[in-house]
């Protein structure tokens, strides 16, 4: 059979990162092929050029055998190329058809759009694929798999002919995954080819008749997947990495300082317990989703648990607010940092100092030489890059304005420090540089807990690691049973290999 | 920051322009006691855009400065009437327009409905309550005691008082926004909300606080605009609100918040104030006016997107590696 849609050597890359080199992907029709690979391996950018948003530096697509370029994301759907994301960019204010035929719309011979033909088209396309909705309501009344339903029934209106489902099942409840699991079968049978992204293997293994695999940016190994195991799938997943070097630790552990004990969520998670000692780094590692950040930020006030007890150095302490949890010395470095972290339009200096202006000010009025001082000796221990401590955070690169937002929390003198995704998206330079300065900061008796979805991180920077899912502690991971198969196996739920 | 000095330049380049062009014609304007007039009738479009720019700071906007104004005023004017004293008077005006402006703060703080809502109904509540205590009826200069109406013109070292005002305020506030906690934290609510939260800053009570201070701001106006012009009506101030919001956006004030200076807005009000007390004496018709100050509105607001746009491409590169 030959594929339907064919990459060779596709390469991309960003300041300071390559996220592609030289990969290939093949799609055949009336096939799914799954695509699996940690996080950071490259799978969102291949779909971003598959679907026209990126333009690759080198490489080749085929459509039939025939080279096409993609220069916009009109290019692939006029192409047959659609893609269905994992958060479904649908418009809540409009109705099913009008967002089934947003951008393509039958017209009438005036050039006015056909309503009639409109909501037949959809009744028509829905059909195709079993469902049953009413073309003509709100698209925000409806659940979440009904709009997967409609977000596939506008793929099927461009009459795509390559279809990429990028994590469909990862915010559907178990009936729901079931319902998209017949919907792939029905494209599959209407000869479409599918891209089915997912870090479940469990329903790799069910729907998926190939598999590629990246590693890093690169392309491992593909093949049928009759022909392989989940362990030699994980094995090629996490490889070896070979150009990450992480710095030496001291593993000087202390007394405990972070007790928590049944701590629930109504939503979120359930009866989370752990202990965190003085110069640890805790890894906290699981899929997207599996409640780590919302432990975190419970932690720390942004929400409030249901139940459950912190103890700081044996002493309960109730944290309701983020100003009690920076009061009880534990600070969060959200993983969103432009969303969360940093304030662009504010100097860096003051960016540093805003948790800590009781500090800083005297009588009530700031004292601009302090906040210098205080923003001059954190930022230094970081080896900030910037001209004056007075420019706009905005201007600088992700790397810096990381170490930025890292320097204002330290700044405030905590007892626990909590590290969201403190590498993500920033440059292999200031990575090693964040790395090596966690490492410094457990050296110094600081209890660190780093929540990181890559493996090699979590591997060369933890001195123990949780591994969550569902909301709930799965196992904890020390000594010789740290290794990529561990964690991986417990983050899919996967049983451990005989 | 070093845009903000340089786009602050630009201004004050832009108004001495202005003057200069209007000095070409007509000298007499640039006597320093006409320009000491001219900004003694800004003077009331200073203090309210240096509240209504702390409320944009925090992401809000307050349209029912002027209605405020105008109620204040109007109670005022009414307290002299009853023979309540001077300076207890200027007391109860401040306190009111605060209340007033608590009013919004909490609706947005505690109701979480967009500011534009809120003021936007509050501006003809205001309004509505004027009528109500007068039932339409004009308080007159001939209503009100002398010293209630000298007060803003009384001359203090070769100033009005209604000038001094201004510049205290303009003092007050500078150091307020650059040198407390309380300023810091309206600038990094605009500038990031969500990070404010992490830090451990109140969204919702640092702009109920700036929609408080904006209030009060226009309640002292309002006592100063009624006393100085001597009358009192339901639609004194009627559209000021506009002029206010635009004095911010030519002075730099960035209309998504986090952005903007006392100095900055400062000169934003006197460039307007420039372009309605010269332009008449040059002899230009008011629809030149309004067509000077309309197209400054949309050169400023133009000005801040072309400086703020490279910046903002870095950022999306930088963040979207993969």
């Known amino acids: 059979m030959k594929p339907v849609l064919s990459l060779r050597g596709i390469s991309k890359s960003f300041p300071g990162v390559k996220a592609l080199q030289g990969v290939q992907l093949d799609l055949y029709p009336g096939q799914v092929t799954a695509l699996i690979g940690e996080n950071g391996a490259g799978k969102s950018t291949i779909v971003k050029v598959l679907t026209g948003i990126y333009q690759p530096e080198e490489g080749s697509i085929e459509i039939d055998g025939t080279p096409i370029r993609f220069a916009s994301a009109q290019d692939a759907s006029r192409a ?14 409009l109705s099913v058809a009008e967002n089934i035929w947003l951008g393509h719309a039958p017209r009438t011979r005036f050039g006015l759009i056909d309503r009639r033909a409109m909501r037949t088209g959809a009744t028509r396309l829905l059909a195709s694929i079993g469902a049953t909705l009413n073309p003509d309501l709100r698209l925000g009344d409806l659940g979440i798999a009904s709009k997967h339903l409609v977000a596939i029934a506008r793929a099927l209106s461009t009459e795509a002919r390559v279809v990429i489902l990028d994590e469909p099942t990862a915010a ?27 870090h479940k293997f469990d329903e790799v293994f069910r729907i998926a008749e190939r598999y590629t695999v990246f590693r ?75 409640g780590r950040s919302e432990v975190m930020q419970a932690l720390c006030g942004i929400t409030t648990p249901s139940k459950g007890a912190v103890r700081i150095d044996g002493e309960v302490r109730v944290i309701r607010s983020t100003h009690e949890a920076i009061a009880a010395g534990i600070v969060y470095v959200p993983e969103d940092r432009g969303r969360q972290g940093a304030i662009r339009g504010l100097p860096i200096f003051q960016n540093v100092t805003l948790p800590s202006l009781a500090r800083t000010s005297r009588n009530g009025f700031l004292r601009l030489a302090e906040e210098f001082r205080l923003a001059r000796d954190y930022t230094r221990r970081l080896d900030l890059r910037a001209s004056s401590l007075d420019q706009e955070l905005g201007l600088l690169s992700g790397g810096n304005q990381q170490k930025v937002v ?82 991986v196996r417990a983050a899919a739920g996967i049983a451990e290999a005989a | 920051m070093s845009i ?58 307050d349209l029912s400065m002027a209605a405020t104004l105008a109620l204040c005023g109007m109670v005022a004017a009414l307290l002299n009437g009853a023979g309540v004293p001077l300076p207890l008077i200027l007391v109860l005006v401040v306190v009111l327009g605060g209340l007033l402006g608590a009013v919004n703060g909490l609706l947005v703080w505690k109701l979480g409905i ?68 309380l300023g810091r934290s309206f600038y990094a609510v605009g500038g990031n909300p969500h990070a404010a939260v992490y830090t451990g800053i109140s969204v919702g009570r640092t702009q109920f606080l700036a929609f408080v201070i904006a209030g009060a701001l226009a309640g002292l106006t309002g006592y100063l605009w009624v006393a100085r012009y001597a009358v009192a009506y339901v639609d004194i101030a009627s559209g000021f609100e506009l002029s206010v919001v635009a004095a911010c956006v030519i002075g730099g004030v960035a209309i998504a918040g986090g952005a903007g200076s006392v100095i900055g807005t400062v000169m934003g009000a006197l460039f307007l104030g420039v372009i309605n007390n010269a332009l008449p004496v040059v002899g230009i018709s008011p629809f030149w006016q309004l067509a000077i100050s309309g197209s400054a509105i949309v050169l400023a607001v133009a000005f801040n997107s072309a400086q703020n746009r490279p910046a903002g491409r870095i950022i999306l590169k930088s963040v979207e590696p993969r």
Not at chain 2, 9 to 34: D, S, T, Y
């Open chain 1, 406 to 487: 890292i320097a204002k929390w330290l700044a405030t003198k905590p007892r626990v420090i909590i590290l969201d995704e403190p590498t993500k998206g920033i440059d292999i330079g200031s990575k090693a540089a964040v790395h090596e300065f966690m490492a410094e900061l457990a050296a110094e008796g600081l209890a660190v807990i780093m929540v990181s979805s890559e493996i090699p991180e979590v591997l060369g920077m933890s001195d123990r690691v949780i591994v969550m899912r569902e909301g709930r502690i799965i196992d904890e991971v020390a000594g010789d049973r740290m290794t990529p198969e561990t964690l």
């Open chain 1, 80 to 93: 047959g190329v659609t893609a269905i994301h994992q958060e479904t960019v649908l418009f809540d204010e």
């Open chain 1, 216 to 290: 890093d940016g690169q392309f491992v190994g593909e093949g049928a997947m009759s022909a392989v195991t989940e362990g030699e799938l994980v094995q090629m997943m996490v490889g070896r990495s070979v150009d990450q070097i992480f710095p030496p630790r001291s593993h000087n552990i202390g007394p405990p300082v972070l007790t928590v004990a049944g701590y629930c969520h109504p939503t979120e998670f359930a009866d989370i317990g752990f202990t965190l000692h003085r110069g640890e780094i805790l890894g906290f590692y699981g899929l997207v989703g599996a």
């Open chain 1, 172 to 198: 559907l409840s178990h009936k729901e995954i079931h319902e998209l699991y017949d919907l792939v079968e029905t494209l599959k049978r209407q000869g479409k080819a599918i891209l089915f992204i997912s």
């Open chain 2, 4 to 61: 903000l000095k340089h786009r602050e330049a630009l201004l004050a380049l832009a108004i001495l322009l202005l003057v200069g062009v209007v000095a070409a014609r007509f000298p007499a304007f640039v006597r320093p006691g006409n320009l000491a007039n001219v900004f003694n009738d800004t003077s009331p479009l200073i203090l309210l855009a240096i509240g209504q720019m702390i409320v944009i700071l925090t992401k809000c906007i």
């Open chain 2, 114 to 181: 967009p500011s534009i809502v809120v003021t936007l109904g509050t501006m003809t509540i205001y309004r509505g309550t004027i009528f109500l205590i007068t039932d339409g009826a004009w308080v007159n200069a001939h209503q009100m005691t002398d010293d209630f109406k000298a007060l803003p013109r009384a001359v203090i070292a070769g100033l009005p008082v209604m000038s001094w005002v201004a510049l205290a305020a303009i003092a007050l506030f500078t150091v307020l926004l650059t040198r407390t906690p």
